[in-house]
């Protein structure tokens, strides 16, 4: 019992013995067993009215689906249940303690919709008389912490249903990288396989959900985490196997991949024929039968034999009979007789149904319909097997049809979806853009404000210096006036001969030139070295004083080629 199931019920008795009371529980205990006894109690997560309190819901019991009754291939049926028959071993369970392997075993199921995947894991469910508990991936209730208090209160056997496994943040990678292809499985209506090949996922960011609501490793924390229970029989369906994660699917998560796919010609015949082929439960109650109390009366019994239905249907016919108590011997004669007639006429309507059958199969294309749409299809002509052969054709063209113009509408809206976020991420783009521009507006409004106030205070300040020195330095003021006429003249000079080398006497030009701004003295020093590549040139002669020009006397002649880079005067 999970504990969103509990209840608190308080029973007294008069006097000291309890057996009363323990007999009172088992009876109760029994009868609620025997009343699930050839049902599969289903439950669903879900969150509590009113609150956001997640819970099991028991939504219903359905009667136990004969594995018969789910169309698929035989070995991939076999290999299934044998599987799950091993794993629910208690031998087994041991095994996996000894080894410290955890206790758990994962199916997957995928296919496109309506293929039979939940039907089968209701058919796993109710063969090994479990509870089966279902949480659909795309319900809102699925949310990381939901789910882990759902799982935290499923109990230690049962069938755990994961639905749509493709939806939320699921079908991102973990680890991103190439997309691979899908490992695909048999053509042939479905397949079971050992998970040896696992399709990668897409190279999307890792665990990040659509809508927020449940990450990869959330999920994968759920279903293998420490405090996962062990035990369980998992089931996770999807329809695009190739979405998925492989760490989502890895073996040890996912132990065998069951392939479901849309009817051949073969899985039709077999669907036709479980809808319109007699049943030995769609036969009357035995008690109606039975001479002591009522049975079928030999009117009724002729009745079906000469029946205007369709003979596919007699059976559905005959249970609405009247039925009369006790017979005479010519009755009973007549009973037995009629009995046989049904009998032979049940011999006749099977050979009939599968004659009808194998004429519907080869007017239904194969792997182009769902079980589930050719079962709605008989469904509707249910108490009449030869029109829904008749009909066949123009249902293939109905829905075909039917079929292309919801593509198109489905194409449509999603074309004017797409066309409806672009145009929004286009507005919102050119919103920012302007956004920007203004700021860097306002920005440099502010600078050039700030500048226009920086430069008239320097002005100001400036103009008071100015005033202050003009007078102190008027004779500095002419000193520098005239080196600086003198160092213009000498750069004239230079000019004309573009790479002739500035002479300058050690005061003159060590004084300036230390002074002088880098570049300046780098295109001094360029020029210098042109100069020397061309010898021949005619070097200015600049004037210079009498100390300077005797020391120049002294000093031994210098080459070109030996020049330090500020040439030789002639
Ligand atoms: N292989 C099958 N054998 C028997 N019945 C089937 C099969 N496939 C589909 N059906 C019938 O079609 C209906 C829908 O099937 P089911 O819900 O099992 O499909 P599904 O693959 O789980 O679909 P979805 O992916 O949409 O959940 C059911 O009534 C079921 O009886």
């Not at 319900?139 to 496994?165: G, H, K, Q, W």
Request: net charge neutral.
């Amino acid at each position: 019992m999970t504990a969103s199931e509990r209840e608190e019920i308080s029973i007294s008795c008069f006097g000291r013995n309890p057996w009363i009371l323990k007999e009172l529980l088992h009876e109760a205990r029994d009868a609620y067993l025997k009343k699930d006894e050839a049902k599969t109690a289903i439950y669903r997560g879900t969150t509590r009215s009113g609150t956001a309190e997640p819970h099991w819901q028991r939504c219903m019991s359905r009667t136990v689906r004969p594995f018969s009754t789910v169309i698929l291939n035989d070995e991939a049926k076999k290999t299934l249940i044998d599987d799950v028959t091993d794993y629910l071993n208690p031998a087994t369970r041991r095994w996996y303690a000894n080894r410290g392997i955890p206790y758990r075993r994962g199916y997957l199921l995928h296919g496109p919709p309506g293929t039979g995947k939940s039907s089968l894991s209701l058919a796993l469910a109710g063969f090994f008389k479990m509870r089966i508990y279902i949480v659909s991936l795309s319900s809102v209730t699925a949310n990381e912490e939901n789910l882990a208090t759902l799982f935290a209160e499923l109990p230690r056997r049962c069938v755990v249903l994961l639905e749509d496994i493709d939806t939320a943040g699921l079908t991102h990678t973990r680890e991103g990288g190439a997309q691979d292809s899908v490992a695909d499985g048999a053509d042939n209506g479905a397949d079971a396989s050992t998970n040896t090949a696992v399709p990668n996922g897409h190279p999307q960011p890792p665990n990040q959900n659509a809508n927020g609501r449940l990450s990869l490793s959330g999920l994968l924390n759920i279903l293998d985490g420490v405090a996962s229970q062990e035990g369980r029989v998992l089931i996770m369906t999807t329809n695009h196997i190739e979405k998925l994660d492989k760490a989502l699917i890895r073996p040890g998560r996912v132990d065998m991949i069951v392939k479901f796919d849309r009817a051949d010609t073969s899985m039709t015949a077999q669907i036709f024929r479980a809808i319109y082929a007699p049943l030995e439960a769609d036969e009357m109650p035995s008690s109606l039968s039975s001479s002591s109390t009522t049975t079928t009366t030999a009117a009724a019994a002729a009745a079906a034999t000469t029946s205007s239905v369709s003979p596919g249907l007699w059976w559905l016919e005959r249970g609405t009979k009247s039925t009369v108590p006790l017979l005479t011997p010519e009755e009973e004669q007549r009973r037995d007789a009629a009995a046989a007639e049904v009998a032979r006429k049940k011999d006749e309507t099977i050979a009939r149904v599968n004659e009808l059958a194998e004429q519907f199969a080869a007017k239904i294309p194969a792997h182009e319909f769902s079980p589930a749409e050719i079962q709605g299809y008989l469904l509707k002509n249910k108490r009449d097997p030869e029109k829904a052969v008749a009909g066949a054709e123009d249902w293939v063209v109905a829905t075909r049809k039917e079929k292309k113009e919801k593509e198109l509408k489905e194409a449509e809206e999603k074309r004017a979806k797409e066309e409806k976020e672009k145009k929004e991420r286009e507005e919102k783009e050119e919103k920012e853009k302007e956004k920007k521009k203004k700021k860097r507006k306002d920005k440099g409004r502010k600078k050039s404000s700030k500048k226009t106030k920086k430069s008239k205070k320097e002005t100001e300040s400036e103009s008071e210096s100015s005033t202050l020195e003009s007078s102190s330095s008027a004779a500095e003021s002419d000193a520098s006036e005239s080196e600086r006429e003198e160092k213009e003249r000498s750069k004239k000079k230079r000019k004309p001969a573009a790479s002739a080398p500035t002479p300058a006497s050690p005061a003159e030009g060590g004084a300036s030139d230390a002074s002088a701004p880098v570049e300046l003295r780098r295109e001094e020093e360029e020029a210098g070295s042109e100069a020397k590549a061309q010898p021949g040139d005619v070097i200015p002669t600049i004037a210079v004083d009498t100390v300077k020009s005797k020391e120049a006397a002294e000093r031994p002649p210098q080459t070109p080629g030996a020049d330090s880079g500020y040439g030789t005067p002639s």
